[in-house]
């Protein structure tokens, strides 16, 4: 009896490091595709890598809210709420510096 609880406590901590890892890579994926959307003729080098890791970094922290919010009894980062937060908030944020940076360029 055990033993059975015990792995399933670890594939729920497994569950959390693969929800993180789809998060990361959602991120990523989510700031190129605003970097394809969003043109900047004016743009310098650099900027690709810049998207890739802001997309990522809100993407995690968009999924901890979103599980915090919608999963507050029952907190696992694979799941529905976690993915819409690290969506909607890496979207939001890789599109205010795309457009937002404009004057500072």
Known sequence: MWKSTHSRGQWREMQNWIGVAIW???GAV???TMKALVKRPEETQGHTVVLAVLGSFAAV???M???GIFHLYEPLALSAG???GGAVFSV???FVY???I???I
Do not use: K
């Open 24 to 26: 990361i890579v959602m």
């Open 30 to 32: 989510i700031g190129l």
């Open 61 to 63: 922290i968009g999924g």
């Open 65 to 67: 809210l979103g599980v």
């Open 82 to 84: 976690g993915m819409a």
């Open 92 to 94: 939001v944020m890789t």
């Open 98 to 100: 795309r457009w937002g």
């Open 102 to 104: 404009r004057g500072l």
